[in-house]
């Protein structure tokens, strides 16, 4: 690092546990770009972004629990993330001399993308479990890529109140039989501890589909992934989803194409060595 080294980083509360730092720096290094990509534990979220300008940081994550009280503080919002109502990331542009600091969500980009590595989104048919903060934005994404989706989730206003904003349909849990897809995707906590050995779906009901996510990564394969693989489904790790998100977030503040490989590698490489101690 030297004075011309340039600052990023992630606001959240806590952020002790974001991998987020392992992936980006791994990138800039790859790149030689002179970068540092650094954790802020943040309580008060409008004094931090007056901080980010103050201070010339180039770009931000933004996690849990500033996705949406963020984004009054910012000049601009891109239209997607205005609908969803989250921001997970900020991007420093510099309009005619004046900083404009503007928020994306880059959460349905990495959902999309991590599934379209095996799926073709358009005209699929997603069965989307949740209606928390994670579902609503990629239930907002697979309607961007031109999926049907039917949203699935234990409290029934929530997700009849998410799927009118989405405009997509719904039912409860125990109607999911109703229903034919060709892709599931998780985005409810079951899976992760306490919840690590129950699966909204049994092996039965995994049979006809092609391809199923868990965007629980910890454990990185859920109780639902291993029905999923013994149903002869093609399987997707939140571990994707976290990767490609952050890429999404890297081409965004670097405007060009990031070291997806490095990335991923490091990323997994750092789940594996936590898992083991
Ligand atoms: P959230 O807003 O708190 O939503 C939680 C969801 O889980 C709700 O739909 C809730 O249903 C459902 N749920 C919780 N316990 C349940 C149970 N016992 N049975 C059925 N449904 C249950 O959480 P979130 O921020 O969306 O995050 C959800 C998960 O995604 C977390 O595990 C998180 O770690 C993971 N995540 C992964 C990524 C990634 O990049 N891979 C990114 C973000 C989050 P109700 O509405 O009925 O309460």
Not at 179 to 206: C, K, Y
């Given at each position: ?58 770009g931000?994550?933004v ?11 910012l000049?601009d919002v891109d239209s997607v993330a205005k609908?969803i109502?989250a921001v997970n990331t900020v991007v ?10 503007k928020g994306y969500n880059t959460d349905w980009i ?138 999404a977030q890297?081409?965004l503040w ?24």
């Open positions: 690092m030297n004075g011309k080294t340039k600052t990023y980083g992630i606001i959240g509360n806590p952020v002790s546990h974001s991998m987020s730092p392992i992936i980006h720096n791994a990138a800039f290094a790859d790149l030689n770009i002179n970068a540092a990509y650094l954790p802020f534990t943040v309580e008060d979220v409008g004094n931090a972004i007056a901080g980010v300008k103050a201070l010339s940081i180039y931000l994550s996690t849990i629990p500033h996705k949406e009280s963020v984004i009054p503080y000049d609908k109502g420093r542009h510099e309009v005619d001399g004046d900083v404009i600091l990495g959902a999309n993308r991590a599934l379209s590595e095996v799926a073709d989104l358009e005209g699929n048919v997603v069965l989307l479990l949740g209606a928390g903060g994670s579902a609503r934005a990629i239930a907002f994404g697979l309607k961007q890529a031109g999926a049907e989706v039917i949203l699935a989730n234990r409290s029934v206003d929530k997700v009849a109140k998410l799927a009118s904003e989405v405009g997509c349909s719904f039912c409860e849990l125990s109607e999911i039989d109703k229903h034919d897809f060709r892709i599931v995707v998780n985005a409810t906590s079951v899976g992760m501890a306490p919840l690590e050995n129950i699966t909204l779906l049994s092996r039965e009901q995994l049979e006809p589909v092609e391809v199923v996510m868990d965007i629980v990564y910890a454990p990185l394969e859920t109780c639902l992934l291993k029905e999923a693989k013994k149903a002869g489904c093609k399987t997707v790790s939140g571990l994707e989803m976290l990767l490609y998100q952050a890429v890297f081409e670097q405007d060009r194409p990031a070291p997806i490989e490095v990335m991923r590698s490091q990323l997994y490489s750092f789940v594996a060595t936590k898992n083991d101690k």
